[in-house]
Structure formats: structure tokens, C-alpha cells
């Protein structure tokens, strides 16, 4: 994949990161949902709010980093800057574009946007290409029945990721996508690859907390859970990279 990093109004500290197979000329104004206007919708999952762009190229995904916990209720959308090319932005922009060279199952990355703010703070937003037909685990499970999801194929999904070395920091059933029997993975924020002096104990981490995703939104369902699992289990356990 090409990739192109652009500086635009650097005197206001702002960059951007770009694909110019997707993108000639990005602006900030790419990146404000209100330029968009009605070619901008709002939708809502997790945390914050993602705008789905229609631009000339295709669907696109506008997110703009949101910080999470105690800390957010200070500082909302800012971080300490230590550099454009370490900002959480640029880093998942990049992990995205390997992953898409390695050919994983991830929406193809199409810009990042950084602005400082300040000597020490920053901001910023990513765009994505949208996933067709797609929808989230967790909403197939809140409209529908834990045994309608394809959990074989979420089992040998997630291990393809991790034979590849992917380390998905907020690996939840929001984060998981489905379209007929294909599954997709998204959200790499603070993401990385695993170096070979990494332990192998992230992978089961990376299980155990969409484990608890699931156990959160199947409250209340007749059927187990646990029968589930093991299933998706059988499949990461029987499957390899490809």
C-alpha cells in the first residue's frame, strides 16, 4: 500500500497522514464532520461517536479520539504530545496499513489527523474506509440470539491475528464485525505488533476481555454462553495463519 505523510499549516502544528490512492489533497476540513453536512451521519457504539462520510471515492469512517475513564472527565479528547509519529493517530494509521499489506481482515486506513495544542497537548481524528454490510458482534447478540453468531469463524479470525503478532489493545464484541461468514476486526487504537521477545500471555489477555464483552451483553439470554466459547475456542485452537 502507498502511504504518503503529508504537514499542512505547520505554524498552527497540524498534520496530516494520507493514502493518495484515496486521497490528492486532505484538509482539516475532512476531518469536521459540519463540513460534510449532510453526507456526514452520526452513529454511536462504545464510546463516543463515529461519523460515516460519503465521499466521491466510497463510505468512509470518521472517529475522533476520545480518552476513557477517570482521566476523560478532565481532559475529554487531549493527549501529551511527544511527537507526531507517537501519537495514537499516526501509530494506529500505520499498524493499519501493515496489517492491510499482510492482507488481515481490517478497514483499509485513508487518513490521520493531528493537531497540537499547546507546547505539551494534542488531539486528532482517523478516517477509515466502511465496511459494507457489516455489523458489530455485540449488535448481532442484543437483536438477535447468541447462537446466530458465526463464533467458528470469530475463533479462527482472532487467531490469524495473533499468528501475525497483532496485538489488539480493546479486543470487545463491538470491535468484532460480521458480514455473512466474514469476520473483520477494527479499532486499533494503542495496537501493536509483537516483537519475538514479546510472551505469548497477551494472547490470552486479547481472549479473556472479549470473554467479558460477551458476558456483559448475553445477561439475561436462554442460551450458554460457555457452549458458545468453547466453540470459538476449538476454532482459534485448530486454525492457523493464512
Sequence with gaps: MTLEARTIQEGAGEQVLFDPELVSDPTRELFDPSAWGDRAT???????????????????????????????????????FMGYERTRMAQEFRLLCSLCEMRLPVPRPVAAFIQRSGPALYAGSLITQY?????????????????DAPWAAVGSTIRRFHDHGVIHRDLNASNVLLSGGEVHLIDFDKGRLATPRTNDSWKQANLRRLYRSLEKISTGQDSDL?????????????????
Excluded at 461517536?49 to 472527565?73: F, N, P, Q
Excluded at 465496511?131 to 447462537?147: N, W
Design 42 to 80: 452520526a452513529h454511536s457504539e462504545g464510546r463516543g461517536t463515529v461519523w460515516r462520510l460519503e465521499s466521491a471515492e466510497g463510505r468512509w469512517i470518521l472517529k475522533r479520539y476520545l480518552r476513557g475513564g477517570v482521566v476523560a472527565r478532565v481532559v475529554s479528547d487531549h493527549y501529551f
Design 226 to 242: 460457555g457452549d458458545h466459547w468453547a466453540t470459538l475456542l476449538s476454532a482459534y485452537a485448530e486454525s492457523s495463519s493464512g
Design 131 to 147: 465496511l459494507e454490510g457489516t455489523q458489530s458482534l455485540s449488535s448481532l447478540i442484543r437483536s438477535s440470539h447468541l447462537s
